[in-house]
């Protein structure tokens, strides 16, 4: 962009830059690095606010106070999300479809080890189940959007909001063709799984890890393993597909977790395919 523009200022933002971002400013890549949210920074740097350089802003508390992203003018065609664990680099038939990227929390409630999104959204925060229904139903009836993938770093990390949205979609006619994102195993009762059908959720992302107790107790994951059975058995019956995002070599790993690993799929093979995708 610098030799193609040399005329322009160049603006770098998203996780990166907490690793990268001064560098990007040293190494003339950029004029401004943003760490964290931009969405309060970047219109204050376009009227002159701040000076070139690194950018260190505090967290947005009120996410529902944010506009939806506005994406007329553009072939929103081009902004349709893709396949989270990358069917459609993969897979030469992958088709895309009317699905559209939503974001309704930042943070995490978990603080894995392995993970680095507690550098950037150091706490957890979340959109009303109103606000981002809302907006939802605005690309459903502006846009044509009926599928929708959440990029949260997990969609159930509010209990309560969460199965408010299903609630709202339910009562609206369930009008989507299909919903996913990113969730964690965590202590849910059978009538969220039996929302979640009626609203026509079908895949959940989940990061397991591992399959060792031992392991994922010093990964800080927080669940144990009769959790994670009791919700592949809901997702099960509900016919909610899952896909099991898993760490091979993790630093402490010995051979006898490598057993675990292999012992619960062999034991566990009654979820392939149904509910576990992947």
């Known amino acids: 962009l610098r030799k193609l ?24 890549l950029a004029d401004y690095a943003v760490m964290s949210e931009g969405e309060e920074v970047l219109p204050n740097i376009v009227k002159g606010k701040y000076n070139e350089g690194v950018i260190t802003t505090k967290q947005i508390s009120d996410l529902d106070a944010l506009p939806f992203p506005d994406y007329s003018g553009l072939d929103i065609t081009q902004y349709v999300a893709g396949s ?18 939503l ?16 550098a950037y959204w150091p706490k957890f925060r979340w959109r009303s189940a109103q606000n981002i229904f809302d907006e939802m139903m605005y690309y459903y009836k502006n846009d044509n959007m009926d599928r ?16 408010e949205l299903l609630d709202l979609i339910i009562e609206a006619g369930s009008p989507f063709k299909a919903i996913s994102g990113l969730a964690i195993f965590k202590r849910t009762p059978e009538r969220v799984f039996e929302k979640m059908k009626k609203a026509k959720w079908q895949t959940m992302v989940v ?25 592949l058995k809901w997702y099960k019956k509900y016919r909610i597909n899952v896909i099991l995002l898993m760490i091979v070599g993790y630093p402490g790993e010995l051979e006898r977790h490598h057993k675990e690993n292999y012992e619960w799929m062999k034991n566990n093979r009654h979820y392939s395919g149904r509910p576990i995708k992947q």
């Open 5 to 28: 523009c040399p005329d322009k200022k160049i603006i770098a933002g998203g996780a990166p830059i907490t690793q990268y971002g001064k560098w990007l400013i040293e190494s003339n």
């Open 84 to 101: 989270p664990i990358g069917d459609q680099v993969r897979d030469k038939n992958y088709k895309k479809r009317n699905e559209i990227a």
């Open 103 to 118: 974001i309704g929390s930042r943070g995490c409630v978990r603080k894995c080890t392995f993970c680095d999104v507690e």
């Open 148 to 163: 929708f993938i959440f990029y949260d770093s997990l969609v159930n990390g509010n209990s309560k909001q969460f199965e």
């Open 207 to 231: 990061g397991v890890e591992s399959f060792s107790e031992e392991v994922r107790d010093h990964m800080r994951k927080k669940f144990s393993n009769e959790i994670m059975d009791e919700n």
